[in-house]
Structures are given as C-alpha cells and as structure tokens.
C-alpha cells in the first residue's frame, strides 16, 4: 500500500527556489549527451588510424627507428630501422639485434609488398611462412588493424 503526502503537508518552493529549479531544468535538457558527441565526432581516417596503432600502441618506432644522442628518436631515419641497444641476460634462439627497416622504399617492403605486411601482422608468419625472430612481438591483429598498419608503413618514405 502507497502512502501520499497531502499537498499540504508537502514544503514549498520560494520563487527563488522555482527560478532555480526551472533554469536547472533547462540545463539539463540542453546539456549534451555522449552518444551525440559520439555522433558528431569525426571518423578517423585509415590512414590516422594505421598511425596511431603503428606509433602510440604498437610502439614500433622503439626498435625500429635510431635514437639521438639524447634519447630522442631520429625522425629522419623515421623506422629507418635500428641496431638494438639491449641483449637479454640469456641467449635466446634466433634473436635478432637489429630491426629491419619497415618504410616503403625498403627491401623488406619491396619484397613483402602491403599484403605481405598485412598477412604478417594478421598470422605472426612472413610470407614464407615462418614466424618473426625474437625480440619481435607475434602480432595476430584484426585484419582492419592490420591493414591500417600497413597502409600507414606504405605511406613511410
């Protein structure tokens, strides 16, 4: 069983305290809501997307591009490939000490072509068939990831 409060039994608001609940309303109301945002968000390109996945989460750049002197990566040899600074405590089979270079107009890229680097960042295997030597992570991405990825490589000088 319900129980109501009689109206008059109920407090009562101040014209103060209606104009301030009004305006709060409205506020309400007009206040954006995250699926709009989403909604009116731009798409991110291929392209962008492919960089991100490349340099923000993958990290490729780590081993793939030089350090300066001070740390900082060498943007003109931009995953021009690199010599690996560290060698594991114990040997590990296969381990390569350097990263090859991954940009368009290396060997790597005119022997793979866009699909070879899908297919490996799909598989974990190279277009032979076989996996990539340690340190190199074993990459099984969606197949959108994979060719964003290799699309923002393509675009590599």
Not at 69 to 90: E, H, Q, Y
Not at 128 to 140: D, E, I, N, S, V
């Amino acid at each position: 069983m319900m129980t109501t409060i009689p109206l008059s039994k109920r407090p009562r608001l101040s014209a103060a305290g209606l104009a301030v609940a009004a305006i709060a309303g409205v506020a309400f109301a007009q206040a954006p809501r995250p699926e709009a945002a989403r909604a009116e968000a731009p798409k991110e390109t291929r392209l962008e997307r492919g960089k991100s996945l490349v340099e923000e989460v993958s990290r490729c750049q780590a081993c793939h591009t030089p350090q300066l002197a001070a740390g900082s990566f060498d943007k003109a040899n931009w995953m021009k490939g690199s010599t690996l600074v560290g060698i594991p405590a114990k040997p590990i089979e296969d381990w390569h000490q350097k990263a090859p270079d991954i940009t368009s107009t290396s060997k790597l890229w005119a022997n793979w072509k866009y699909e070879g680097f899908v297919a490996f960042l799909s598989t974990a295997k190279n277009p032979r068939g076989h996996k990539a030597g340690p340190p190199m992570p074993a990459y099984t991405l969606k197949a959108e990831d994979a060719e964003a990825m290799a699309l923002y490589l393509k675009s590599l000088p």
